[in-house]
C-alpha cells in the first residue's frame, strides 16, 4: 500500500516563476503578484486542497548569464520583476488557519542576528506556521550587488551556513528560558530579567554577543526547510533540515538523491525517516486524460524559449546562447546550483541532453517532470513516484495561476483521498506538528536542540568561576 502523499505549492513573489512565457496566457493571473488579492485567494484555495504548505522560492539576484546580458530574463519575465517573499505570508495567515509558510530567505546576504528576530516575528503572526527554505544563493549578481567582489566558492558557502545555524539556533532556542516571560501586572514585571541570556557567539564569521530581540515563538525554530542536493548541501542538509526540497528530473536520479539525503541524515545521528523529502513536481490534471493533454499541448504555445534558457543558465552557471540547439549537455564544474548540473549531465547516463530539448523541458514546470492526465492518471503516476523512489511528497509548480492549484484540488486531491494516500483533515498545532506528529518544538535529537540551555548553562559557569 502506497504511503501518504505530502503536497506544497511552489511559488514566487514574481511573474511566471517556473514557466517562462505562460504569463501571457489569457487565464493566468501571476502579472497580478504584487495585488494582496492574488496571494489570499491562492491561500485559501491551497487550505481547502489540504496542501500543507506554501513553499515560496526568491533570489537576490537576477538571471544574466545567458547571452551575457539581462534582456532575455526581463523581456520574458524570468523571474524579474521579483517582490520580497515574507511581505505577504501575514496576509495569507490571515485567511488561513492550518496552511504553512516555507519562506526562502539567502544567509548569504543578512547578518542572523537581524534575521532571526524576522523569523520569530512571523512564526509569531503566523501562530507557529513559519518554516525557513535555508539557501546560500548561486547567483552573481547578487552577491555584487551588496558590496562584494562576487560570489564565494560554492562549499565555502555551506562553511558559513553551518556557522549562521549555529547563530540562530543560540538566539531562538538558548537565549530565552521558556518561563521568561511572566507578565505580571501586580509585580510590574513582563520578563524576568535573570531568565534571558546573551549568547556570547564569537566565531570565524559572526559575533553576536547580545540575546535574542524576540521572545519565543510557538516554534522557537521555524521548520526547517533546505533546498540543495550537492554533496556539501546533502551534508548540511543531514545536520540541518526537517525537509528538503529537491528538483530531479527522473525517478532514477531522484531515488539516488533520496538515498543519499537519508544516508547523510543518519551519519548525523538522527532517524533518515525523520526528514521529508519533496521533489519539484508539475501536474496538468483535468477531469479525463483528453481534457489534460488538450490543456497541456495550449500551455506548449506560451513556452519563451529564450526566457527558459535564461532561467537554465542561471541556475547552472552556463552561459547557454554560446552552444547550439543540438548540442549535447556536457557536465560542467560550475558556482552555481550544482545539483542541477549534475541531474541534467553525468547523473543519469540512460539520458543525453541537448540544449534545445533542456529549454523544453524547462519551458514549463522548470527543473522538475511533468504529470499530465485525468485524476485516475495523475494519480497513479504519483504514486509511482512515491513509491519507486521513497520520496515524501512534492513542491508542486503551476503553469498557469491559479489554474493549475485549482485544477489539482479539485479534481487531484479528492482521487488521492478517495485512495486513501492523502488526508481529508490537518492535525491541530503548529506546522511542526502538522508535519511530524510531535510537539512544536526541534526534537531532542536535532544538533539544535542541544542550544536550548546554552545561555543558562554559561551564565552558571560565569557565576562559579567569579
Known sequence: MSRQIRLNAFEMNCVGHQSPGLW??????????????????????????????????????????????????????????LNDPLQIVPAMAIVTENLGFGVTASLSFEHPYTFARRI????????????????????????????????????????????????????WEGSWEDDAV???????????????????????????PGVHLSEPSPQRTPVLYQAGASSRGQRFAGTNAECVFVATPSKTVLKKTVEA?????????????????????????????????????????????????????????????????????????????????????????????TVRELAEWIGIGGLGPIIVGGPQTAADL????????????????????????????????PELQKRGVYKTDYAPGTLREKLFGAGPRLPDTHPGAGFRNLGLSAQRALNAAE
Open 24 to 81: 501571457a496566457h489569457p487565464r493566468d493571473r501571476s502579472s497580478q503578484y504584487k495585488d494582496i488579492e492574488y496571494w489570499t485567494d491562492l491561500a485559501k484555495l491551497l487550505e481547502r486542497g489540504k496542501f500543507d504548505g506554501l513553499f515560496i522560492a526568491d533570489v537576490l539576484g537576477v538571471y544574466d548569464v545567458y547571452g551575457g546580458t539581462l534582456d532575455h530574463a526581463l523581456r520574458h519575465s524570468t523571474q524579474i520583476p
Open 120 to 171: 520569530s516575528t512571523l512564526d509569531h503572526i503566523t501562530k507557529g506556521r513559519a518554516g525557513w527554505n535555508i539557501v546560500t544563493s548561486y547567483l552573481e549578481s547578487g552577491a555584487k550587488n551588496i558590496g562584494l567582489v562576487g560570489q564565494s566558492a560554492h562549499d565555502d558557502r555551506y562553511d558559513v551556513a553551518d556557522e549562521y545555524l549555529e547563530v540562530c539556533y543560540k538566539l
Open 182 to 208: 511572566v507578565r505580571d501586572r501586580t509585580r510590574r514585571v513582563f520578563t524576568e530579567p535573570s531568565k534571558v541570556h546573551p549568547i556570547r557567539h564569537a566565531g570565524r564569521f559572526f559575533q553576536v
Open 261 to 353: 539525503i537519508r544516508r547523510e541524515v543518519a551519519a548525523a545521528g538522527r532517524d533518515p525517516a525523520s526528514v521529508l523529502i519533496f521533489n519539484l513536481q508539475t501536474v496538468i490534471v483535468d477531469e479525463t486524460d483528453a481534457k489534460a493533454q488538450a490543456k497541456y499541448k495550449d500551455y506548449l504555445n506560451y513556452i519563451s524559449y529564450d526566457g527558459a534558457l535564461a532561467l537554465g543558465s542561471g541556475w547552472m552557471g552556463i552561459d547557454f546562447s554560446a552552444y547550439a540547439p543540438d548540442e549535447p549537455l556536457r557536465h560542467i564544474k560550475t558556482n552555481a546550483v550544482q545539483s542541477s548540473v549534475d541531474a541534467f549531465s553525468s547523473a543519469d547516463p540512460s539520458k543525453v541532453w
Open 382 to 413: 504519483l504514486q509511482e513516484w512515491v513509491d519507486e523512489t521513497g520520496v515524501d511528497g512534492f513542491n508542486l509548480a503551476y503553469v498557469v495561476a491559479h489554474e493549475t492549484f485549482t485544477d489539482i484540488v479539485e479534481h487531484l486531491v
